[in-house]
């Protein structure tokens, strides 16, 4: 498939190490915020999201944080796995009738 | 079968050429939205729909049209395609009656002009 993750930024890590994926977000008044996973070939995939009263959630083997003072996403995968590797992308949003903003997204690679 | 499919997979065509994409959902969603991806780029809004023949401009409509004649069927428009117009393309749907914000997406559209 086209490789979409042409020069993006690339996060390199070992297999089994944790990840940490970092997105700044423009828009103050954004109040929902989602981590999506591409791989090649293949349409993003929903991971986790946040609203913005809150400031971590979890799900299976992920972690998102929202750091609303600096506007600062981050999503945590533990134990990284090779099946892992892809294009992340975060994505805001401010008020209901409003649409997903896509940052242009990181590569993530895993060394085995 | 997939929730969001989108036909063609993959569509090579010559420019001045009229093309559509087309895009059909199977999860009773009422918002469809059409995203442009280019390498490097990230997602870019072309336009979308909340509704049946509700239709709205995103950041990227010059030179793209829709039509939302159905709540499954949105479709995506190059009236005359020129090669910046090659892309990867991408249909995508939301509910927000379900309490669920986020996007399903379906596989994506490779068009190419030459």
């Known amino acids: 498939g086209e490789n979409v993750g042409l020069h993006l930024p690339t996060l390199s890590v070992q297999e089994g190490d944790n990840s940490i994926i970092n997105c700044a977000y423009s828009?103050?008044?954004?109040?929902?915020f989602i981590w999506y996973k591409q791989e090649s070939g293949k349409g993003p995939q929903f991971i986790i999201d946040?609203?913005?009263?809150?400031d971590k959630r979890q799900g299976q083997r992920v972690t998102v944080l929202l750091n609303k003072t600096v506007k600062h996403l981050s999503l945590q995968i533990a134990a990284t796995q090779p099946g892992d590797s892809a294009v992340y992308f975060c994505?805001?949003?401010?008020?209901?009738?409003?649409?997903?903003?896509f940052g242009k997204g990181i590569t993530l690679s895993v060394r085995p | 079968d997939a929730d969001v499919t989108q036909t063609p997979r993959n569509r090579i065509t010559k420019t001045g050429k009229r093309i559509m994409l087309e895009c059909s959902q199977t999860?009773?969603?009422?918002?469809m939205y059409w995203y442009r991806q280019d390498p490097g780029l990230g997602l870019r809004l072309i336009y979308y729909?909340?509704?049946?023949?509700?239709?709205n401009k995103g950041e990227i409509s010059d030179g793209y049209s829709v039509s939302r004649q159905a709540q499954a069927k949105f479709s995506l428009s190059l009236e005359s395609a020129i090669p910046n117009q090659t892309a990867l393309y991408f249909c995508?749907?939301?509910?927000?009656?379900?309490?669920?914000?986020?996007?399903?997406f379906g596989s994506g559209t490779r068009l190419t002009v030459v």
């Open positions: 994505a805001e949003e401010s008020g209901a009738n409003s649409k997903l903003t």
């Open positions: 995508a749907t939301s509910d927000r009656s379900s309490g669920n914000y986020g996007y399903t």
């Open positions: 828009n103050s008044a954004s109040d929902y």
């Open positions: 946040i609203r913005s009263n809150m």
């Open positions: 729909s909340f509704d049946v023949k509700d239709i």
């Open positions: 999860k009773g969603h009422d918002r």
